[in-house]
Nanobody, 122 residues
Framework: QVQLVESGGGLVQPGGSLRLSCAAS????????MAWYRQAPGKQRELVAS???????NYADSVKGRFTISRDIAKNTVYLEMNSLKPEDTAVYLC????????????????WGQGTLVTVSS
């Protein structure tokens, strides 16, 4: 079984920074894409950033230039460095692994973490 565990959320003042981490556990062979989504109260879940196994990154327009996604393939971990945070960045941030293959040959289309809360407020 594959699980994702996020960490690094918390309360930060506007203009501050946070670094989120998401570690995938299990007998993992490959993960094609790892991504961060967020969901604010009363809003739909939205893609924040994604990164492929070859390092190609994609960002939502609202976070371009402020957030950086990176990935450690060997550790099956993805990071989200968030700078110049704004109150509108407040949300639960969820990690997603897309097209996971285990060493036993099992395949999962999508795996989700439980989420970590980021609150940007003075």
């Amino acid at each position: 079984q594959v699980q994702l565990v996020e960490s690094g959320g918390g309360l930060v003042q506007p203009g501050g920074s946070l670094r989120l981490s998401c570690a995938a556990s299990g007998s993992i062979f490959t993960i094609y894409v790892m991504a961060w989504y967020r969901q604010a109260p009363g809003k739909q879940r939205e893609l924040v950033a994604s990164i492929t196994s070859t390092g190609r990154a994609n960002y939502a327009d609202s976070v371009k230039g402020r957030f950086t996604i990176s990935r450690d393939i060997a550790k099956n971990t993805v990071y989200l460095e968030m700078n110049s945070l704004k109150p509108e960045d407040t949300a639960v941030y969820l990690c997603n692994a897309d097209r996971v293959t285990t060493n036993e040959g099992h395949r999962y289309l999508e795996v989700w973490g439980q989420g970590t809360l980021v609150t940007v407020s003075s």
